[in-house]
């Protein structure tokens, strides 16, 4: 058990890794470092590294510029995804032969992910960062890595649950009532994290360069039609955002106004659970909540107020990876309580 355990970690930590790379792939411009997918300029281990190899690249993938560190940035992303997919798969492999079916369907759940997440990294070079599909990927990375911290709890679940520790101050309507507010916390938790991917792929991140003002108005001048509309057009490049400013400020100002909406669900939900339920570990999780929530907060205004520092925009990335596993945590914590009563 011990071994499992040391060895889910390690495939959470380099989910971690593969959604933070990612993030500073794509905010460091290199999402198109490589034209092409799997391969690098048709070159499927490394990349062209002499004279004759770039001029070949740059004229099989005509109109591109063939960056060096750019190329080495996508390519060392998807080598670690691609190791990333087989730990996962291994995952499903351990659980089958261990006959432990309840976990074993979730591994396989997240193992299918894993495969559309691959097809969705492949789109994302064929359609040139088409914002809506980046988006997606990114929040696919978000769904393995939150439903691996899952496998970890449900494996663990005996070791930090025992009937003994449950002393809820609540009745059990009311903590089906908190499990409610849970869950509908989670959902306008991700739906803020798809407004920050939205934000970020259509470079709308510095629409609104002060802060808590946009553009010096507390209402600013904003096109909703055109910031949320999705359009596929072939042979469109999507880097460096496509939008006009009326519809980027849009994007933006909805993930502030949004974020509002998160916070105040974040910090109820905290709370509440802190103060009804009595459970080991639960006052760490509703800290922790907090903790991450304000993390995330700061962060935000930071990326405006230093105009996007890429380090300050990877944490915020991975920041939101931490909360949404901490929320999740928190509303599996609530379950068990709820199923014990």
């Known amino acids: 058990m011990i071994k499992i355990n040391y060895y889910l970690l390690f495939v959470i930590f380099t989910a971690f890794a593969v959604i933070t790379l990612g993030a500073y792939v794509r905010l460091s411009d290199a999402g198109l470092g490589c034209p092409d997918w799997p391969g690098c300029y048709g070159h499927l281990i490394g990349i062209p590294n002499n004279t004759s190899e770039i001029v070949a690249a740059e004229n099989n993938f005509f109109g591109t510029t063939f960056d060096v560190i750019k190329a080495w940035k996508e390519m060392i992303h998807r080598y670690l995804a691609g190791f990333l997919g087989i730990l996962i798969f291994i995952i499903s492999l351990i659980f089958y032969k261990n006959n432990v079916h309840n976990i074993f369907k979730l591994s396989a759940i997240i193992s299918v992910l894993v495969i ?200 915020h990335n991975g920041n939101a990876a931490l909360l949404l596993m901490c929320l999740v945590t928190q509303l599996y914590f609530i379950r068990n309580v709820k199923n014990n009563l």
Not at 139 to 150: A, E, S
Not at 220 to 230: I, L, R, T
Not at 268 to 275: D, E, G, P, Q, W
């Open 116 to 315: 559309m997440q691959a097809i969705l990294g492949m789109l994302t070079v064929t359609f040139q960062l088409q914002p809506l599909i980046v988006m997606f990927h990114l929040l696919g990375g978000l769904t393995i890595i939150t439903l691996l911290w899952l496998i970890f709890l449900r494996f663990n679940k005996n070791s930090y649950f025992s009937e003994s520790e449950f002393v809820v101050n609540a009745m059990n309507y009311q903590i089906n009532m908190l499990l409610m507010f849970g869950y509908a916390t989670l959902i306008v938790l991700v739906i803020q994290i798809m407004l920050g991917g939205w934000t970020s792929t259509n470079y709308a991140a510095l629409a609104c360069p002060d802060f808590p003002k946009c553009n010096t108005f507390w209402w600013p001048d904003m096109n909703f039609s055109d910031a949320f509309m999705v359009q596929f057009t072939t042979g469109l490049n999507y880097e460096f955002g496509r939008l006009d400013s009326p519809a980027r400020v849009a994007i933006h100002f909805s993930h502030r106004i949004w974020a509002i909406l998160v916070t105040f669900m974040i910090l109820a939900l905290s709370v509440i659970s802190y103060n009804i339920i009595k459970v080991s570990y639960q006052k760490i999780i509703s800290y922790l909540l907090v903790f991450f929530l304000l993390i995330q907060v700061l962060l935000g205004i930071l990326n405006v107020k230093m105009s996007l520092p890429i380090y300050i925009a990877v944490a």
